[in-house]
């Protein structure tokens, strides 16, 4: 059954032109997109396959699609593919629209460009993705005995850095250590952080390697001995060093490592940094030590955003009392007030119960209105909202 748009009432579409760029070289496509009716609520169906076909129309552009798969104890913890498009949609105008039994139909005409997204979801970097970032451990104490505060100065280098990004916002939990090393004591440990913090993913580090090349003894005894201690000190201060960063990443909500990365550097010069410069201090960037800390740390930040951008912003749900609900989360994850969020259920995200049209934003938190009560539509607050 076809039904003429004309007699349909939806609240306003929150798919807006400000939250893509245009370019100057474009394609206009035709895409159709479809999504579930689900208690006769129209107005969520209509949006999801909106989106359906906004994905649909840069798809047809090209894409690129990867694996990733994540073995724990010969069991398969994680299996995630990702989809990677050749363009990115602007502005798009609805050709047609009709329902068919319990599913909603859409055909558009989309403006996709020729700047690519960095994966298959039109709105996938229009929320920040919270990360807690935990103190990192020091793997080379030996190596590292002229770094002060380093396990927590690297952490907060880290948080730094991220807040500098558009799409991540960092949250300080350098207090904390992951040090269980069995992997369910650490996923565990992992959860509870991200469940008091109300991040959703961990950031933990480590300082693997921190070595000088080694001073040679000139002599074995009289005043050579002497002429070799004072020459030890004059290179103290001028020697070789080689530094390596190690960061891994955690899903808060389940509590699996979802991404490791590792970046090293070799610097000339004057490496050693005394124990009065604290790791992260102003004093510290301007050795050329914390020089190359600096540039490791803007170096892991670009590869942790790139690896997220495909990750939709998720977060919990605080109460719920009728159509109304709240999010423990606000502006500090970029959510604004007319946004459109997905409500899935915890234990299968690819059930969409409903949307959620956000009405009421602070910084910290935030609340919005479903189209039907949320008791009818099964949503409980135990249940994930997210940004697609």
Not at 2 to 8: A, G, L
Request: aromatic content about 4%.
């Amino acid at each position: 059954m076809k039904i003429p748009p004309s007699k349909i009432t939806f609240r306003a579409l929150a798919i807006t032109t400000a939250l893509f760029c245009n370019s100057a070289s474009a394609l206009f496509l035709t895409s159709e997109g479809k999504a579930p009716v689900r208690h006769n609520d129209l107005s969520t169906a209509r949006y999801l396959a909106t989106l359906d076909a906004m994905n649909q129309a840069s798809l047809e552009n090209g894409a690129q699609v990867t694996s990733e798969t994540i073995m724990n104890n010969f069991s398969v913890r994680s299996d995630t593919v990702r989809i990677r498009t050749q363009g990115k949609v602007g502005k798009i105008h609805m050709l047609d629209e009709w329902q068919e039994e319990d599913i909603y139909y859409v055909r558009i005409s989309a403006e996709v460009s020729d700047n690519p997204l960095n994966c298959g979801s039109p709105t996938a970097l229009v929320h920040n993705k919270r990360l807690g970032v935990t103190q990192f451990t020091n793997q080379v104490p030996s190596e590292s005995q002229d770094l002060r505060g380093v396990e927590q100065g690297l952490a907060l280098m880290m948080i730094r850095q991220i807040n500098q990004t558009r799409a991540l916002r960092a949250i300080d939990l350098s207090e904390y250590a992951i040090t269980d090393t069995h992997y369910s004591d650490r996923q565990e440990q992992v959860q509870q952080l991200a469940r008091q913090s109300g991040v959703q993913f961990i950031l933990a580090g480590a300082l693997a390697q921190a070595s000088r090349d080694a001073i040679g003894d000139l002599s074995e005894s009289g005043n050579m001995k002497n002429f070799s201690s004072l020459m030890g000190l004059v290179q103290e201060k001028a020697q070789n060093r080689h530094l390596e960063i190690e960061t891994i990443l955690y899903d808060g909500e389940s509590g699996d490592t979802i991404g490791q990365f590792s970046e090293g550097i070799s610097l000339l010069g004057e490496t050693y940094v005394g124990r009065n410069t604290r790791v992260g201090s102003h004093a510290f960037l301007s050795t050329e030590t914390g020089s190359g800390f600096q540039q490791l740390v803007r170096t892991q930040t670009r590869t942790l955003a790139d690896h997220l951008s495909c990750q939709p912003m998720t977060t919990s749900i605080s109460t719920i009392q009728d159509h109304l609900i709240t999010l423990p989360v606000g502006r500090n994850a970029g959510i604004h007030s007319g946004d459109r969020l997905i409500i899935v259920a915890r234990d299968n995200p690819l059930n969409i119960l409903g949307t959620l049209q956000m009405t009421q934003v602070s910084e910290t938190r935030s609340a919005g209105m479903t189209d039907i009560d949320a008791k009818t539509l099964g949503i409980h607050t135990t249940d994930l909202v997210r940004s697609w």
